[in-house]
């Protein structure tokens, strides 16, 4: 089976960093994707990783260690804009492109 | 990448009537999929849609209540069945890239 799980929400001020984790148990993996979701939205790409170490991109960073089964979602500088839900996704298995979900954590950035 | 348009953007539908919901992405690709959202949970897998073949159904899903359709590449379509109060959800459909996974911009159905 699959089960990916995710804090359910998490709040943080203007200018701060916030550290969004994800813990995977899944019987494949090929990669694992941070989506950023906005109430009402579709779900935007943030980044994707397969293999271990982190990918930063501008404000945005992932980390992945697949022997522990955990990545992170790193945001600096915080903007009231990001503001939302982030969903960790985990492909694998035998249907090529099938991603399975987290329950997403919904972070509030106060001013 | 792949860009995805979705018809109709929302509807709401009395229950006991269908909606069918369609899905066009602007490249040719092998497999897409359709996800429901209910409201305040994540995205759950309804099924994956192959051209020229029948749907695979995730548990939970049947097709006589999710039929779909993959006439081609670039096409699919959904249809919720003789919806409840229940399917009120965002459906999305998606499909693959090399390195991501693209979504349509959801359809949000109001079933009352």
């Known amino acids: 089976g699959q089960n990916i799980d995710q804090p359910t929400e998490m709040t943080a001020t203007e200018g701060a960093i916030v550290q969004i984790n994800c813990t995977y148990q899944t019987s494949g993996f090929n990669g694992l994707f941070w989506y950023q979701q906005h109430a009402g939205e579709a779900p935007t790409f943030l980044s994707y990783n397969v293999l271990d170490g982190l990918e930063e991109k501008g404000r945005f960073s992932s980390f992945l260690s697949r022997s522990k089964g955990y990545s992170y979602l790193l945001l600096k500088e915080l903007q009231m804009k990001d503001s939302a839900s982030y969903l960790c996704?985990?492909?694998?298995?035998?249907?090529?492109?099938?991603?399975?979900f987290g329950r997403g954590t919904q972070l509030t950035v106060w001013p | 990448s792949a860009v995805i348009s979705q018809k109709p953007s929302r509807d709401i539908c009395q229950r006991g009537t269908s909606l069918t919901i369609q899905c066009q992405v602007d490249s040719q690709v092998t497999m897409m999929f359709w996800y429901r959202q209910q409201p305040g949970q994540s995205l759950t897998l309804i099924a994956t849609?192959?051209?020229?073949?029948?749907?695979?159904?995730e548990s939970g899903f049947v097709i006589d209540k999710f039929p779909i359709s993959r006439p081609n590449l670039t096409f699919s379509t959904l249809t919720v069945s003789n919806m409840s109060p229940e399917d009120s959800s965002i459906y999305l459909c998606?499909?693959?890239?090399?390195?991501?996974?693209?979504f349509g911009p959801g359809t949000r159905l109001t079933v009352t």
């Open positions: 996704a985990v492909t694998g298995g035998s249907t090529l492109g099938r991603l399975y």
């Open positions: 849609a192959n051209q020229g073949s029948e749907a695979t159904y």
């Open positions: 998606s499909c693959t890239g090399v390195t991501e996974q693209y």
